[in-house]
Each structure stands twice: as structure tokens, then as C-alpha cells.
């Protein structure tokens, strides 16, 4: 297995338990996308190797993880990964507050339909809607950075 | 071949399409067939691995503050259990007798004493607090004895019910959830009641009780036992606010949860044992029978038709 492989495996399993990491209540509002987060950098920069599929793949795990309805998550992380994946070549270049902008925009789209499929009333004047969006922008360039070091080591490595 | 699987490019939207059209039919799926619970059991106990990480650093953590502690501290901690211990063990004394007295009194009543429960101790593997769910994910399964609507709760009250068992772990509804109701009653005077959940932990909404009832703020709510799923005369929440002003047909009363919803990371469940239960006689109503005519055991049929027939219609039959 090549380090970019590993690297790939090893950040989206982390992702997945991040989001499933028990918070205290108040905290619960503040938790970020962590599976968004990660899928927008491979999507973004290694686009041969995350597709849709491996998204769905994702989802229905982060479904059995968290109890959820099976095709609960895919359904607005495809989505995001599908918007994502429209913009990627234009997403590169932006500058990095308009790609913390776009990320809270999936952010809000991925809530709003899982809140839409499942929810039974109106969340929109939750804080824990807005927190989220919040917190996943402006981790963004952190997780970006990191990510992209991470993987410039692996593919040295692997020289 | 393989690699083109996943290639993005002209199959991408094709893709995205049929996979969307495969979640909502799983979606559909899982809410409908029962079946599913089976699928879902299997895969559920392939990323079981993934849960058992997340709890690894907290344990850790705990494991290692626990083998490195100051003497005084540890001693401090051994004198306050040993006191705790001893007022426990006082209150054991009487609690002896007690279920003694209660078993001989239910036996005077014809009434079939409350089913055993074993207390089975679990972790809380995750929590997922949002104010339209509140469920839990503890690790013990059906491997424990764990059963859909097992009861749970902490050192200080209910907590909740199980929803779904998995072989090595379960999933738990908090009280404290939108669509759980718990049916209680007031300690101090017995009005039955429904504790519905609001959402957030630290309140619940009581449904039901007329507007001149009598319930007061700091009034204890226990299960009552009613609905077959919670085992009676556990405390589950204490009154916070009463609203009888009178406009509505029903009071409005708030009570937050004795147990620590939020905090709390280990759970007793309460896993009925299989020898002592009897549905029947569990179902049959409690008649107050005048002791003077109340045949013993080994009486003949023809003196024990009537009592039988109103306790238990299944032997009571016999013309």
C-alpha cells in the first residue's frame, strides 16, 4: 500500500470517529464537518482517487456509526461532493476566504437536508446550525494545510 | 477497469445519480423492512472496531490518571468510600427486610412480586445530542443479554430504553428525546403521569395532568411501571415548574431528569433475568382479595374457581 493510499484511509477513519466522538452538550452545537472537511481536500486535490462512490462509502458508514436512518448521510454529503466536484478546478484557485465561504455553504446544505429528511421542526434559529458552518470554515485552512504537508511527505516517500 | 470506477469525468454525474437513488430507496427501506434490522446488525458489528477507538483515548486517559495519584489523595478517596460503604450497608440491613415484608405482602394480594433485574454496568461509546435526537451508543450488546427496550440509567435515575441491539454493543433513546415518553408517577401521592422528552437534557415535559392536580415544584417523579418497558418505582425526574393558571384543561409542568443525561459516561442496565418471568401472571390484574376467603395453594378447584378467574383466566376455565 503507497503512502498516499494510507494517508487517504488514514484521515477519513479519523474523520469518522471525530464525528462520532462523545462531546459535552454544549459543545455538541460547535462540532465540526470533520468527514466534509477531509472529503473536499482529496476531492479537491487528488480528484483521481475520491470519487462519489467512495463518498457513499463514507456516509453509509458514518450511518451505522451514529445510528442513523442507512442513506441518511449519503445523501447530503453526496451532495456536497457533487457541488464540490463541479467547482473543483476553479476551487483550487480561489483565494483561501472564499474557500472557507464555499465550505460553509456545503456546511448549511448538508444540514439543512438532513434537518429537512429527518428533523420535525424548524432548526434554522438553532445556534447549533449556524456554530457548525461556523467552526468547519474556519478549520478549513488548518485541515487544508496540514493535509496538503501530510501528503507531500507521503508522495516524497514514496520516490 | 477497476480504476475507472473511480475516475471522475462524463460517469461522475451518472454515478452521483444512481447513488442518490440507492440511499433514498435504503432510507426507505430501513424505516419499512424488518428485515433490515438484520443487514444493518451485520455491518453495524463490521465498523465496531471504529467505536471501540473512539472510546480508546478517554480510557486511556482514565487509566493512566488513575495509576498515577498522590497517596493523600487515594487515601482521601478509600475514607470517603469506606463511609459511603458503611451508610449503604445500614441502609442494606433494611432493605432486607423490606423486600421480605413487600414479597410476603404481595403474596397475601395474589399478586405475582416485579420480575428480577441483573444490572449489567456499560460504557457510553458515543453521543449524539442534537435537539431533534438524543440517542447513545453503549457497548454492551446482545452478548450481554442487552434486548430492544432494555431500561438503563446512572447511580441517580432512569435514563432511558434501549432501540437497537447489536452483538457487541446497543443503541439507547435518552429520555430527554422529542419522540421518548416515560410513563411515571408522582412519589408523594401517585399521579400517574407521561414524561415526554423536550429535546434538551435538562427537561421534560409532563402531559396529562389536569389543571387542579396536585403537584408541586421539587415533587419527585418515579416510573410507574405502567407500559410493560420501564421496571416500576425507579426515580426518573424531579418537578421544576407548575403552570396551573387555569386557561388550559391541563397544567403545564416542566421536571429535569435526576440523572446526568449530559455527563454521565457509565450506565447500569437493567436486563431482566429469564427464569422469573411469566407473562401471565404479569398481565393479569392485581385484585385486592379479602384474606378471609382467599384459599391457600393446595385447596380443591371447586374453592378456588372464583379468585383464580378474576387472577388468571388461563387455569380458572375448568366448566
Redesign the interface.
Known amino acids: 500500500m503507497n503512502g498516499d493510499r494510507k494517508l487517504k484511509i488514514m484521515s477519513t ?1 479519523l474523520a ?2 471525530l464525528m ?6 454544549w459543545a ?1 452545537a460547535y462540532r465540526p464537518n470533520w468527514i466534509l472537511l477531509v472529503a473536499v481536500f482529496w476531492i479537491v486535490y487528488a ?8 463518498v ?1 462509502f463514507l ?3 458514518l450511518d ?4 442513523a ?4 448521510h ?2 447530503s454529503l ?2 456536497c461532493a ?1 457541488i464540490i ?1 463541479q467547482l ?1 478546478q476553479s476551487f483550487k484557485i480561489y483565494p483561501i476566504g472564499q474557500q472557507c465561504f464555499v465550505i460553509a455553504f456545503l456546511v448549511l446544505i448538508y444540514l439543512a437536508i438532513t ?1 429537512w ?5 424548524p ?1 434554522i434559529d ?1 445556534w ?1 446550525f449556524w456554530m457548525s458552518c461556523l467552526t468547519t470554515a474556519l478549520l478549513w485552512p488548518w485541515a487544508f494545510v496540514l493535509l496538503r504537508e501530510l501528503r507531500r511527505n507521503s508522495l516524497a516517500s514514496d520516490l | 477497469m477497476k480504476k475507472s ?4 469525468g462524463q460517469g ?2 451518472t ?2 445519480a444512481a ?2 437513488v ?6 426507505f ?3 419499512r423492512l424488518p428485515f ?1 434490522a438484520t443487514v ?1 446488525g451485520y ?2 458489528t ?2 465496531y472496531p ?2 471501540r ?2 472510546d480508546f483515548p ?1 480510557r486511556l486517559i482514565s487509566d493512566t490518571s488513575s495509576s498515577y495519584q498522590s497517596r493523600g489523595k487515594l487515601q482521601s478517596e478509600n475514607q470517603n468510600l469506606y463511609t459511603e460503604n458503611q451508610q449503604l450497608r445500614r441502609q442494606l440491613l433494611k432493605y432486607e427486610a423490606l423486600v421480605a415484608e413487600n414479597s410476603r405482602l404481595l403474596q397475601l394480594l395474589q399478586s405475582s412480586p416485579q420480575a428480577d433485574r441483573d444490572i449489567v454496568v456499560g460504557r ?10 438524543q ?1 447513545v ?1 453503549i457497548d454492551r450488546g446482545s452478548r450481554n443479554g442487552i434486548k430492544v427496550g432494555t431500561p438503563f440509567g446512572d447511580g441517580n435515575g432512569m435514563m432511558g430504553q434501549v432501540t ?1 441491539v447489536y452483538y457487541y454493543h446497543s ?1 439507547g433513546l435518552l429520555l430527554s428525546d ?1 419522540t421518548h415518553a416515560t410513563p411515571v408517577r408522582v412519589l408523594r401521592n401517585g399521579i400517574r403521569s407521561v414524561a415526554i422528552g423536550t429535546g434538551y ?1 435538562d427537561k421534560l415535559n409532563l402531559l396529562y395532568l389536569p389543571a387542579n392536580s396536585d403537584v408541586v415544584v421539587g415533587d419527585m417523579l418515579v416510573t410507574s411501571g405502567l407500559g410493560q418497558r420501564f421496571p416500576a418505582d425507579y426515580p426518573v425526574a424531579k418537578v421544576t415548574a407548575v403552570d396551573q393558571s387555569g386557561e388550559e384543561i391541563f397544567a403545564t409542568v416542566n421536571a429535569m431528569p435526576l440523572a446526568n443525561l ?2 454521565s ?1 457509565e450506565v447500569l442496565l437493567f436486563v431482566e433475568t429469564e427464569s422469573k418471568r411469566n407473562p401471565e401472571t404479569e398481565i393479569a390484574p392485581t385484585e385486592i382479595v379479602d384474606p378471609a376467603t382467599m384459599a391457600p395453594e393446595n385447596a380443591t378447584v371447586t374453592s378456588t374457581v372464583e379468585i383464580s378467574q378474576s387472577v388468571n383466566p388461563e387455569n380458572g376455565v375448568s366448566e
Open positions: 477513519t469518522l470517529i462520532i466522538l462523545p462531546l459535552p452538550e455538541v480528484a483521481d482517487s475520491m470519487g462519489i462512490t467512495v457513499w456516509g453509509i458508514c451505522l456509526l451514529s445510528g436512518t442507512l442513506g441518511q449519503p445523501v453526496m451532495l457533487f466536484i473543483q434537518r429528511l429527518f428533523g420535525d421542526k432548526v438553532d447549533s | 470506477l473511480f475516475l471522475p461522475e454525474a454515478r452521483f447513488l442518490m440507492i440511499s433514498f430507496i435504503l432510507m427501506m430501513d424505516l433490515m444493518r455491518l453495524a463490521a465498523v471504529l467505536q477507538a473512539v478517554g457510553l461509546l458515543g453521543i449524539d445530542m442534537t435537539p431533534y435526537q440517542k451508543t437497537r443503541e422529542p437534557t449530559d455527563k459516561t
